[in-house]
């Protein structure tokens, strides 16, 4: 009985070694069930602002739910450190140096800070939403995702470009349906040589008059 009281006892301690393996599975448990119920909550809060007939952009809601799941685990991990002595003792001499240490870790992580930022620039101004229709670099697609790190575009063919959300942010970029999701295509086709030009012509008006979003006549 004794020796399991020990065992368990060593479980409990930060300061062994099978202790803090067990604190870190339960701190992450509890900060994947803080995301989980945070998210829900947001949900939420999206129901009841629909419910005001208040409009809220998808785009905002999936950056600010990244957000807010990635200060959970950074929270998380924190106070697992400050309960770990070895981790504690290392928070400790980081902090005694934090110009240096932030200086490293900013230039360690000068990309991913750049495209965390560039990506929170996007979903504040938003100049594309996720589902807009957009030209990049040559290729028509519709925005699919904008995470924490980069911007997928589904193309007409159904590929992925994978963007870094620094370089999408200082691109441009032609958007199809940022006020008005109709757009004007210019349709090429060609009808024999000894087709009557004028019939045809007046054919194809007539489709053209058809279309339910015409606003001014063909000419």
Not at 36 to 65: A, E, H, M, Q, S
Not at 77 to 84: E, I, P, Q, R, T
Request: hydrophobic residues 50%; positive net charge.
């Amino acid at each position: 009985m004794a020796s399991e009281w020990v065992y368990f006892e060593k479980i409990l301690t930060p300061s062994t070694t099978i202790g803090a393996i067990a604190l870190a599975l339960l701190f992450a448990l509890l900060a994947w069930l803080a995301a989980i119920i945070t998210t829900r909550l947001v949900k939420r809060l999206d129901w009841v602002t629909g419910r005001f007939k208040r409009k809220i952009d998808p785009t905002v809601v999936n950056y600010i739910l990244r957000i807010k799941n990635l200060l959970i685990f950074l929270i998380a991990a924190m106070f697992y450190a400050s309960l770990v002595p070895g981790l504690r003792a290392l928070m400790g001499t980081m902090l005694a140096g934090a110009g240096i240490t932030a200086l490293i870790i900013g230039f360690a992580a000068k990309s991913t800070l750049a495209n965390l930022i560039s990506g929170l620039s996007l979903a504040v101004y938003r100049p594309f939403r996720i589902n807009d229709m957009v030209t990049i670099e040559g290729e028509y697609g519709t925005i699919e995702d904008i995470t924490l790190r980069h911007t997928i575009v589904r193309t007409w063919e159904y590929k992925r470009l994978i963007i870094p959300n620094e370089k999408i942010d200082s691109m441009t970029l032609i958007n199809y349906s940022i006020t008005d999701p109709r757009i004007l295509c210019r349709v090429e086709f060609g009808i024999s040589y000894d087709t009557n030009i004028d019939i045809a012509r007046k054919f194809v008006l007539e489709e053209a008059n058809r279309c339910p979003h015409q606003k001014n006549s063909a000419n």
